[in-house]
């Protein structure tokens, strides 16, 4: 599955008077070659019968274009070509489908399926579709700064690496995207395919998920996973997944946590370049992740030290239960976003150069008490979203945070269970 050009980083050419095109609202989810009689197989009958769960129905916004007129607006698809405002008044971005074959219109159909039914801050929005023929293209809304694979591994010269805080911004969007996906979507959905090239940046550095060819609808009743042929991207994917075909949301959990663990460390998912047995993300972090005190190794020199230490070792603590090998010992998606929400509350100075900038934060927030029995925020040293607090003060106070966290989960759980056994006595 390829990208038009118009999908990097550049900005959207603004189109002709004259190549202005005309923009026809799709009233239904109707695929051409996917939906008639003659050219529908059984295979592609039954996913679309349990894919779409009456998509017709559904609060459909998506438009139709014709392949004509998307070739026209990209001079035939050059790599110089963007798309740019025309008739609708928006950049926007088109992905060409590459795959050809039933495997190509599956998934095609699943993403143009799911990003109909679905909306979020952290996913993109599918401005509308192209079905005709052999075509099959999708239009986006345009995402200026392109991808966090870019960022994080494919740095030029003139680029300059994410901050801590911009990280930990990015880290927590795309907690709420996958939350919104298993939590809230209706019905629930396991995105499959969850890496940092599929987490797209808008101008602000806001992260939000593309590509959904390959995801799964979660199964209904008493289902605890879906059976299916292995998908996905090595170095992402989950082994109990990869072992066993069965994908759950645990599985996007350990995904999520490799993304994590590249925006702290910087490193690639997947490198050969690492050494042998460490070609993997999380194989070369194991043996830091089981020990605290080796954890500040795994910090991006790119970083340059410009972070708090106690909030990196909590957030490689996250990182660490996304990833660990027992699917049932990971945490749920809603303890991530807590977790990391209390984390990105506790801004970095970049000015504080690190480990270093935390003492002479400490010194001077104990100076203060002394002289003046209060601290001054307004110091112009500190960042205005930060406050002078003591690397142990806010250790304690992410302790207790993170104990409140789990202990409202497991009662939560707790509770739920004792339902479920009172339902069970009530049959």
Known sequence: MGYCPCFGWKKGIKLKSGDEIEFKQSQALNLPDLSSDESKTNKESRLESSVSKDVSGANNNSQTFKYRELATATNNFRFESLIGEGGFGQVVAVKMLNQAGLQGDKEFLVEVLMLSLLRHPNLVHLIGYCAEGNQRLLVYEFMPLGSLEYHLHDLTPRMV??????????????????????????????????KSSNILLDEGFNPKFSDFGLAKFVPEGDKSHVSTRVMGTHGYCAPEYAITGKLTKMSDIYSFGVVLLELISGQRALDTTRGRGKDMLVDWARPMLKDRTSFLQ????????????????????????????????????????????????????????????????RARHRDARVSENKVDFNDSEYSPQETPTPDKDLERELAVAEAKMWGETWRDKKRQSAENDYDNLDR
């Not at 990280?167 to 995105?191: F, Q, S, T």
């Not at 699917?327 to 303890?335: N, Q, T, V």
Request: glycine share 6%; proline share 7%; aromatic share 6%.
């Open 298 to 361: 795994l910090a991006d020199p790119n970083l340059k030290s410009q972070f708090s230490e106690t909030v990196l070792c909590k957030a490689v603590e996250v990182a660490s239960m996304c990833v660990r090998e027992n699917p049932h010992s990971r945490p749920c998606m809603k303890d991530v976003v807590l977790a990391l929400n209390y984390l990105t509350s506790h801004h970095c100075d970049p000015n504080g150069n690190g480990a270093r900038g935390d003492k002479r934060r």
């Open 161 to 194: 690496p994410l901050d801590w805080n911009t990280r930990m911004k990015i880290a927590e969007g795309a907690a709420k995207g996958l939350d919104y996906l298993h939590n809230e979507a209706d019905p629930p959905v396991i995105y499959r395919d969850l």
